[in-house]
């Protein structure tokens, strides 16, 4: 059926219409079925809401080239209809084989849920306007009158009454077979009561489709398709209009594809959904006629009723076939209440699943947004519903991630120290003088929602009672867990350096790097080129940094030999620890205090022996002085039991699960390396080791494998106890090896608690 009204032409749901509807259905049904999609019983026919576009399509088209040219209007039209069909085609197609359905899975679930409901009341509003027969606009109380009630109140009960059904008897059989019924009680009925069919259809109880006898042959609208006489100009200034129809006909399988997974409980590939919708839109394009997509609604029934199968699938397509070749003339017997029925129950299911399922699964701001759909759904459009859902559940994301603490932990350097095994008077030292050390673990997504409770902490923690008790030197902010920054967080990181500076505390990053996504954010404000703010892609690398500044500054005002202390990683320490203005300040203070309680000064003993005859009693002397008195002559005997070796940088002592048959060592200078891989998928665990520290010790005397893989990170001097070395010290002074490994054991476990705890403070 083709109308010419003036304001132009409009391709209706009748006659050839309705073909171009068939056809493109047909064509989708054998794709999604033979054609590899998750879903065989997929009814790939259109849905009503693309018809304004046509009708903008055709009256467009009809202006440009003339209402007194029909069969040129005929054909622009048609080829129209067939290019959005191959635009659509195009579109699905390319997001299915570029694998951007992905990008789905990350779509908020309740507004899948939401839209499900949506559907629902559409459902519900549907069927009462086929029951009705009153218009989407007019309804309202005009549906409590006596006349609309006793034409949708059936409907409504029957579809209860299955509900009821369904409810005890599960079987796939019990729909089908109602509604097969539900006509056959109809027409009993009617020829008991002597009713007349065109009475009952002139009441609204019967479908009223006209004469079908007037019905074209549904080929017909081919003989339409001629392609000499088609307006190109007139389709090209379509093309706007095309793209609006492209943007709402990719819009509805991203959302109906996971919608439909969501109510049948099943896993889908929605690339492969969307492949099959490209090739059955790029068929319905060459075959001339409109495109498709899934229809939720039409394939949630489908399987409900058992349709799950290929061969299901294909039925439907042979049964949607026999439609077309027979047209429209049996609509005419069904009873308007058998299809109110199925289009109520379908409603009912959805508002059901959506609002009543989902009471106690989902919170309190999603429920909200699930019924803010479904309300917008029901009084404006669909995809003004699903537009207000995703700026609704935005709003709520906001809300409630400004709720949550972005302050994974907060620790003091003394209970986060880093993974360096150090002399036990530098740990102690070090334990002492990092109370100046407060670290902060930030974790999630900063923006302008979270930020602000990072700043009040750190404006606590530099002003106040807190920095009266506990002044701090380095504040060390841990990105390792941050998983982005905006520009509001960015700038309010540039007002907390500037704050900090003002104080003299230096600002340390730690946890990404320049080129990261993060990194990148706070290059954008500057704040990584400000003086006073360090760097350092993890956070033991910053730890060992500031532990490192302590100690030098702490030899530097002592006047000592600087090189006598190996410093792993960075080196670039010169950062005004002891400035003569701040000299007499409280953290000053602490540090001269820490230092002198902790550092213990020239051994008598030992620092009167010269050259070689120094060593090794200087590197026990530094290793051991914390743990107990150490006496030159009582560990004069072990001197031939020790082999002193040398390794140059690079070079691997062992290797994790070696036999450690080597026995252990005490390192006199260098730097050793050590990488503890504890299991697959964990980062590897890193810890250096300075002069004055034992390696391998605790496999060495368990005779257990090596924990761990060493290498000399920093040309080293090691003086070597091997196990047969140890097993003849036992022997021939089981006293002296008594004392030397009761030194071990008590080094060993202080070194071992200081990883541990680095360890947990990280999580």
């Keep these: 059926m083709i109308l010419f009204p003036a304001t132009g032409i409009f391709v209706g749901l009748g006659g050839m219409g309705v073909s171009m509807f068939f056809v493109s259905a047909i064509i989708a049904q054998l794709v999604y079925t033979f054609g590899g999609s998750g879903f065989a019983g997929a009814n790939g026919s259109m849905m009503i809401e693309v018809v304004p576009f046509f009708h903008i399509l055709a009256t467009s088209i009809a202006r440009e080239i003339g209402e007194d040219k029909p069969k040129e209007v005929i054909a622009t039209v048609l080829v129209a209809y067939a290019l959005s069909s191959i635009l659509t085609g195009l579109t699905f197609f390319l997001l299915g084989a570029l694998r951007l359905g992905v990008i789905i899975g990350f779509f908020p679930r309740h507004i899948l849920v939401g839209c499900i409901g949506g559907v629902g009341a559409f459902l519900i509003e549907t069927g009462l306007t086929v029951s009705t027969r009153i218009d989407d606009d007019e309804l309202g109380w005009s549906i409590f009158s006596p006349s609309s009630l006793i034409m949708w109140l059936p409907a409504m009960a029957l579809a209860v009454l299955l509900r009821l059904i369904t409810h005890k008897v599960h079987h796939q059989l019990v729909f089908p077979i109602y509604f097969l019924v539900i006509p056959v009680v109809f027409y009993i009925v009617v020829a008991a009561a002597g009713l007349d069919l065109a009475h009952l259809r002139t009441a609204g109880w019967l479908f009223d489709m006209g ?9 017909t609208f081919y003989t339409y398709f001629d392609l000499s006489i088609v307006g190109w100009a007139s389709i090209w200034s379509t093309l706007p209009t095309q793209f609006a129809l492209l943007f709402f006909n990719i819009l509805h399988p991203p959302l109906n594809v996971p919608a439909l997974s969501v109510s049948l409980n099943e896993d889908v590939d929605t690339n492969k959904e969307l492949v099959a919708h490209g090739y059955s839109n790029l068929l319905a394009g060459f075959f001339g006629v409109v495109p498709n997509y899934l229809v939720y609604v039409n394939t949630l029934l489908f399987y ?11 039925l439907l397509a042979v049964a949607t076939a026999v439609l077309l070749l027979i047209g429209t003339g049996p609509i005419a017997y069904i009873p308007v209440m058998v299809v109110g029925a199925l289009i109520f129950v379908l409603g009912i299911d959805l508002v059901k699943e959506a609002l009543w399922d989902t009471r106690h699964r989902v919170s309190r701001s999603e429920y909200i947004t699930i019924v803010a759909i479904i309300v917008c759904m029901t009084v404006w459009d669909f995809v003004i519903g699903v537009l207000f859902g995703i700026v609704v559940s935005c709003f709520f994301f906001v809300v409630q991630n400004s709720q949550r603490r972005s302050i994974r932990a907060l620790h003091t350097g003394e209970t986060s120290m880093s993974t360096v095994r150090r002399p036990g008077a530098h740990r102690a030292y070090i334990r002492e003088v990092s109370r100046q050390t407060t670290i902060l673990r930030l974790q999630g997504f900063l923006f302008f929602g979270t930020i602000t409770y990072v700043e009040e902490t750190i404006r606590n923690i530099v002003e106040g009672a807190l920095w009266q008790k506990n002044p701090v030197r380095f504040l060390v902010l841990d990105f390792s867990l941050v998983a982005g920054v905006d520009m509001s967080a960015a700038e309010a990181l540039v007002r907390v350096q500037r704050l900090l500076s003002a104080k003299r505390v230096i600002l340390v990053f730690c946890g990404f790097s320049v080129d990261s996504p993060v990194g990148k954010a706070l290059q954008s404000v500057g704040v990584l080129d400000e003086e006073g703010v360090e760097l350092f892609s993890t956070f033991n690398d910053a730890m060992e940094w500031t532990e490192n500044a302590y100690l030098r500054a702490w030899f530097i005002s ?8 190996a410093l792993p990683g960075r080196q670039d320490l010169d950062i005004g620890l002891y400035q003569p203005s701040i000299a007499s300040s409280p953290r000053r203070a602490q540090m001269t205090d820490a230092g002198t309680r902790t550092f213990v000064h020239d051994n008598p003993t030992f620092s009167s022996l010269e050259g070689d005859t120094a060593e090794p009693y200087n590197t026990i002397f530094k290793t051991f002085s914390s743990y107990g008195e150490v006496n030159r002559d009582h560990f004069r005997p072990l001197v031939p039991y020790l082999e002193r070796v040398s390794a140059p940088e690079g070079l691997v002592l062992w290797r994790q699960n070696d036999s450690p048959d080597d026995g252990l060592y005490i390192i006199e200078s260098g730097v050793l390396r050590a990488s503890y891989k504890f299991a697959d998928y964990i980062p590897q665990t890193e810890e250096s080791m300075v002069p004055g520290t034992l390696a391998g010790e605790l496999s060495a005397l368990s005779g257990l494998p090596r924990n761990s893989t060493v290498v000399v990170e920093r ?10 070395n140890m097993r003849r010290l036992e022997t021939d002074h089981p006293e002296l090896a008594r004392s030397f490994m009761h030194f071990v054991l008590k080094a060993a476990k202080i070194d071992y608690d200081v990883l541990l705890s680095a360890l947990a403070t990280r999580q």
């Excluded at 409900?304 to 294909?314: L, N, P």
């Excluded at 040309?715 to 047969?724: A, T």
């Design 211 to 219: 004469d079908s006898s007037e019905d074209e042959k549904w080929y």
């Design 304 to 314: 409900r009723v058992g349709g799950t199968t290929r061969i299901a699938g294909f």
């Design 558 to 565: 002592q006047k000592s030999e600087t090189s006598a202390v």
């Design 715 to 724: 040309q080293v001097v090691l003086w070597k106890l091997s196990i047969e």
